[in-house]
């Protein structure tokens, strides 16, 4: 079990960015892969970016391949969202989520992931 808390998030003007962290406890941390989600208000929980338990492997949304970077840092069980070039259309509560269990074929579907943050608001400016 992995227990996830999310911080970082506030509010943005469009084109500034923001780095999202997710503290973890729980021995499983650095076998588990990571992702973050977003959901937008009225919107479904969407996948965002994920990291193998190595880090060796990142996996990104089309829509923020590019402006957006993942990465872990295993000694200190947190992984991490740098998010720039921040869009209004980025505007969503995160997630941080882990999984010991998910390949690559299904990294970005929610209920393969049975650990999740409570989720930090990001709310980008037009």
């Known amino acids: 079990q992995v227990q996830l808390v999310e911080s970082g998030g506030g509010l943005v003007q469009a084109g500034g960015s923001l780095r999202l962290s997710c503290g973890a406890s729980g021995r499983a941390f650095s076998y588990s892969y990571m992702a973050w989600f977003r959901q937008a208000p009225g919107k479904e929980r969407e996948f965002v970016a994920g990291i193998s338990w190595s880090g060796g492997s990142t996996y990104y949304e089309d829509s923020v391949n590019g402006r957006f970077t993942i990465s872990r840092d295993n000694a200190a069980n947190a992984v991490f969202l740098q998010m720039n070039s921040l869009k209004p259309e980025d505007t969503a509560v995160y997630y941080c989520?882990?999984?010991?269990?998910?390949?690559?074929?299904?990294?970005?579907?929610?209920?393969?992931?049975?650990?999740w943050g409570q989720g930090t608001q990001v709310t980008v400016s037009s």
């Open positions: 989520a882990a999984s010991r269990a998910v390949g690559a074929g299904d990294i970005a579907a929610p209920a393969r992931y049975p650990n």
